[in-house]
């Protein structure tokens, strides 16, 4: 037999759905047409038709036939997830300038060991350790999705396996320890980050991005390109409704890699990251979403953001759809009509929300170390706001009075509504929560209304808002549609500042910021930190 037919038949053995895969040539280059020009040299599956393998496995006699044939020579695969009994690899990634295992290091000791399974060593020295994921959960296949270092291959992807070869002259190998181990059980917090439908709306993206001062990509630049084209094809199917051409795509696109990248040579074409290869890379994802195989197009509907009349925000900067506040396009701009003469004349008077504090119409952020009480003052702001009035009921908050006053809309992402109860009873007299009803609404999504909601999502670099915040909005809308009509002025809307016309709402956003000195010591090459928003 064969010695890849036999490593088939023990990838098979393993209940795993096995393919052939282009392999390394002597020169470097891949076995496949493109040759030295491949992308991924030895690292994808060699038949043209392989996605049905990811509903069917080869059977032996397929196997026979493809490593017994023209294969032979050829490198293995496996494909990941439900066809394999759903298991998925997580790949630890130890190369040049990676920290996977230190990641992995840090993972097991603030979670718990991974149990002992079956492993392999990749061709750049990594590991790719093997484990089965609940039945009905389906684990996301994607770059860094356990932290730095540490992708998952899972539902819709493959890794390369034993025997096969490596661009770095290195081989994919089973160690001696682990040959006979069976595929272990993931554990829950392994599960619970990797699943599919985990909330994942921080970057997660597809390579790690390092800037020089001035914001420029000096590494991941492929990965950067790869992403903005994804974002790119995403962003011309939920606004337009079609895919774009190659042309089209290059044409929106390449413009800001060009920008953002930054070349270490005389140029990007010098260092392999030029137009060329964007342009490569452009038509093999217009490929890939031409036969539904784009992930981040699945279960998206054509022209669903097309006219929701909200910001939509691209790797490029941030736009609007003709139907917000900024003028249409055959309205048009023009430098000369914002002359000197549009500020004759004494300027209107500030508006405030909170007198000498707090204007009108403005967004604001607050923003400190947990623990201060930001919740619980913006919360007495808002029963202020919904319950006093400029008669007999003059309120004041943060240092100064309360000069307008009208419906709140209060968002909280973390307190429960029985800890929101006990703060709203804290903070003012039943008189002042009487007065607040029919005014103050407190939204309290987690934990008593199914989690937080997620507003804005980040689906391959492009931003966009989601249902649950163009419903939220359309009440906003509604509300203050029927406020004005009313005559009733509208105070503090912990919404997003997305109207069709200015009005009179104020937005503020509370956010906790770790420590810096103690984000620092754990991550001192890191020159920012995480946010957690509370809005």
């Given at each position: 037999m064969a010695d890849k037919l036999r490593w088939a038949k023990f990838w098979a053995d393993k209940g795993l759905s096995v393919v052939p895969v282009h392999y390394v040539k002597e020169d470097g280059s891949c076995s496949c047409a493109a040759g030295a020009g491949c992308d991924s040299p030895g690292k994808h599956p060699a038949p043209s038709r392989w996605k049905r393998y990811q509903e069917k496995r080869a059977d032996d006699d397929q196997l026979e036939m493809w490593f017994e044939g023209r294969f032979k020579d050829y490198n293995l695969g496996v494909v990941t997830g439900s066809i394999s009994g759903n298991v998925f690899a997580v790949d630890v990634d130890v190369s040049e300038g990676k920290v996977g295992q230190e990641t992995l290091d840090d993972l097991s000791m603030a979670n718990d060991d991974i149990p002992e399974t079956f492993e392999q060593r990749t061709g750049s020295g990594g590991k790719h350790i093997f484990l089965r994921a609940p039945e009905g959960t389906s684990i996301i296949t994607g770059k860094n999705v356990l932290g730095d270092g540490i992708d998952t291959r899972g539902e819709g992807g493959f890794v390369v396996v034993a025997p096969s070869n490596h661009k770095s002259g290195g081989k994919y190998r089973i160690e001696d320890w682990a040959l006979n181990n069976e595929i272990a059980d993931s554990p829950d917090w392994v599960t619970q980050i990797s699943k599919t439908d985990a909330a994942r709306y921080d970057d997660t993206s597809i390579q790690d991005k390092k800037t020089d001062m001035f914001g420029d990509l000096t590494d991941g630049r492929e990965g950067y390109m790869v992403e903005l084209i994804l974002g790119t094809i995403r962003t011309w199917w939920v606004t337009k409704g079609v895919l774009p051409t190659v042309e089209e795509l290059v044409d929106d696109a390449w413009p800001t890699f060009e920008l953002k990248a930054k070349a270490r040579g005389s140029s990007l074409a010098d260092?392999?990251?030029?137009?060329?290869?964007?342009?490569?890379?452009?038509?093999?994802?217009?490929?890939?979403?031409?036969?539904?195989?784009?992930?981040?197009?699945?279960?998206v509907e054509p022209g669903s953001e097309a006219n929701t009349g909200v910001q939509s925000y691209t790797a490029a900067g941030m736009s609007e759809s003709p139907s917000s506040v900024t003028p249409s396009a055959d309205e048009g701009f023009r430098i000369q009509d914002w002359g000197m003469n549009r500020y004759n004349g004494e300027p209107p008077e500030m508006e405030w929300l909170i007198d000498g504090v707090l204007p009108r119409r403005v967004p604001g952020l607050i923003?400190?170390?947990?623990?201060?009480?930001?919740?619980?003052?913006?919360?007495?702001?808002?029963?202020?706001?919904?319950?006093?009035?400029?008669?007999?009921?003059?309120?004041?908050?943060?240092?100064?009075?309360?000069?307008?006053?009208?419906?709140?809309?209060?968002?909280?992402?973390?307190?429960?509504?029985?800890?929101?109860?006990?703060?709203?009873?804290?903070?003012?007299?039943?008189?002042?929560?009487?007065?607040?009803?029919?005014?103050?609404?407190?939204?309290?999504p987690m934990p008593d209304a199914g989690g937080p909601t997620p507003l804005i999502v980040n689906a391959m670099g492009q931003y966009s808002v989601t249902p649950a915040f163009v419903e939220i909005r359309k009440q906003l809308l509604d509300w203050r549609h029927r406020a004005n009509h009313h005559r009733s002025a509208t105070g503090l809307c912990g919404s997003c500042r997305h109207q069709h016309r200015p009005s009179s709402s104020a937005i503020l956003v509370v956010a906790d910021v770790p420590s810096v000195r103690r984000n620092r010591r754990k991550h001192p090459n890191r020159s920012s930190y995480a946010q957690r928003w509370r809005v």
């Open positions: 260092d392999g990251r030029g137009k060329d290869l964007f342009q490569r890379k452009a038509w093999y994802q217009l490929k890939r979403a031409n036969n539904n195989e784009l992930r981040i197009l699945q279960n923003s400190a170390i947990g623990g201060l009480g930001k919740s619980f003052m913006l919360l007495d702001l808002a029963m202020k706001v919904a319950g006093g009035d400029q008669g007999m009921h003059r309120e004041d908050a943060l240092g100064g009075d309360v000069v307008h006053n009208g419906k709140v809309v209060f968002f909280g992402a973390e307190d429960s509504a029985n800890s929101m109860h006990r703060r709203i009873s804290s903070i003012g007299g039943p008189n002042l929560r009487d007065r607040a009803a029919g005014n103050l609404f407190v939204v309290v």
